[in-house]
């Protein structure tokens, strides 16, 4: 009866709250991202460094947030939603401050590995909360509403980067970077505790003193609650609640696979694609790269296609939603490899940025759906743990082929490879799951 009313509540000012809430923390986590990009170039010539010290600076986020997103999603699923999402807001903000201050290139490492900790930690777990909240016919369009945050974070970055750098130095980048740390407060004065989760374990009069207090403030009848608790409700396998193991018993093998080679295939595309874009591209005689506008032009292709994924996840479903979008993305892949001027660049280089980001969208929304409650922040932890080993591995392979003197348009046919072989994995094992509560969802699972 618990969830039952949930799903019942109307989509209000809380649910656009709370997405607003949720996705600043996404912005802030982009904005970070994006400021790397843009710094590590001024700071390799102020402090003389080696290409292989610059990217290091860059691999030691994607280990951080490796295992950020493995620890935070256990460690989620055992004290609850919003106490993990606080603790790593404010984590990648004082440690994003503290690289101001670093005085040396071993003392930045160390920043830059606790800002990734931070970063990889909040993203599965906010992607999982809101995922608890949104109602089912509309949760898939929420979730990837949440992930467009990311391209408003790289447009400010940007705009830092341009605007400020130029004038006040490196340092100023990150001394912005601690503003969420303020933003910690709001999270806790706005954000609840996802109900999904009490009830799982077992505090049931927290999570109905929650929907009460929500179907009072949308003005919504509210009557008592009955004694007894459904079978979603009463659902409570504590023993297995944060075992890894059990992403691999039968009811969950197939949807772990693929999520995982969908993870591994998205992550590895781009991070391998973005770090290396300018270089690559530059390399080509194609100067318009290193523009502000073609970096701008990118950024803003991104968010349309946030608010086409949004809108066809809930039409034809998160399953053809993804692979379709990945499908797109590798053969706009193949084509911007292959690109015989500025203008054929920027126009595949804004349809690839519009289908990768989309399907970054569409996979932050079709990942915690797979698992039920007890193991959801578990599993959407590894998963995109999982998938940022891609992202180490990349640029690196990238680097490698460079040295061996590979030319563009092969190092883009290997990626849109990529994302076509993992298109036809989500179409081939993935589940659909438009239109269905969690819990219908993960039963279908386990009837399996």
């Not at 904005?31 to 691999?59: C, N, R, Y």
């Not at 605007?163 to 490196?170: M, Q, V």
């Not at 949807?255 to 270089?279: D, E, H, K």
């Not at 993804?322 to 203008?343: K, P, T, Y």
Request: hydrophobic share 55%; with cysteine.
């Amino acid at each position: 009866m618990i969830l039952e009313r949930l799903e019942e509540l109307p989509v209000s000012s809380f649910h656009y709250k709370l997405l607003l809430v949720t996705g600043l923390g996404w912005l802030f986590d982009s904005m970070d991202t994006g400021l790397i990009a843009f710094v590590l170039p001024v700071l390799t010539k102020d402090w003389g460094l080696s290409p292989a010290q610059a990217g290091w600076i860059g691999s030691i986020g994607l280990i951080g947030m490796a295992l950020g997103a493995v620890l935070a999603g256990t460690v989620a699923d055992r004290i609850g939603r919003k106490k993990v999402f606080t603790i790593t807001v404010l984590l990648y903000s004082i440690s994003t401050g503290l690289c101001a201050l670093a005085w040396s290139y071993e003392s930045l490492l160390v920043f830059r590995f606790l800002v990734g900790f931070g970063l990889g930690g909040e993203l599965p777990v906010a992607a999982t909360l809101m995922s608890e909240y949104a109602p089912s016919h509309l949760r898939g369009r929420f979730i990837v509403l949440l992930e467009s945050f990311w391209g408003v974070g790289w447009l400010v970055a940007a705009c830092i980067a341009y605007l400020l750098i130029p004038r006040f130095g490196w340092q100023i980048a990150f001394v912005i970077g601690t503003i969420p740390a303020l933003y910690v407060f709001l999270i806790r004065l706005h954000m609840p505790e996802s109900v999904r989760y009490l009830i799982s374990h077992g505090r049931i009069e927290e999570a109905k003193a929650i929907i009460l207090d929500l179907e009072q403030k949308l003005h919504v009848e509210s009557r008592p609650f009955a004694k007894e608790l459904s079978p979603a409700e009463r659902e409570q396998p504590e023993a297995a609640a944060t075992s890894f193991a059990t992403l691999w018993t039968k009811p969950f093998r197939t949807r772990t696979i693929m999520l995982w080679l969908a993870w591994f295939g998205i992550v590895f595309s781009y991070y391998g694609i973005f770090m290396w874009l300018p270089s690559i591209v530059f390399a080509q005689g194609f100067a318009v790269v290193k523009t502000f506008e073609y970096v701008l032009i990118m950024t803003l292709a991104q968010l349309p296609g946030y608010y086409a994924a949004a809108w066809l996840v809930d039409v034809i479903g998160r399953k053809y939603t993804l692979s379709l979008f990945l499908l797109m993305s590798g053969i706009c892949s193949f084509f911007f490899g292959n690109a015989g001027s500025a203008s054929a660049l920027l126009a595949w280089g804004a349809a690839m940025s519009f289908f990768n980001l989309g399907a970054w969208g569409v996979i932050y929304t079709y990942t915690p759906e797979q698992y039920p409650t007890t193991i959801r922040a578990l599993g959407s932890g590894w998963a995109a743990g999982f998938g940022r080993i891609g992202g180490m591995i990349a640029p690196m392979l990238v680097g490698l082929m460079l040295a061996n003197a590979f030319g563009m348009s092969t190092i883009f046919l290997m990626f849109a490879s990529v994302f076509v072989i993992i298109s036809a994995v989500v179409l081939a094992l993935g589940k659909e799951s438009k239109q269905k509560t969690l819990e219908e969802i993960t039963d279908t699972a386990l009837d399996s």
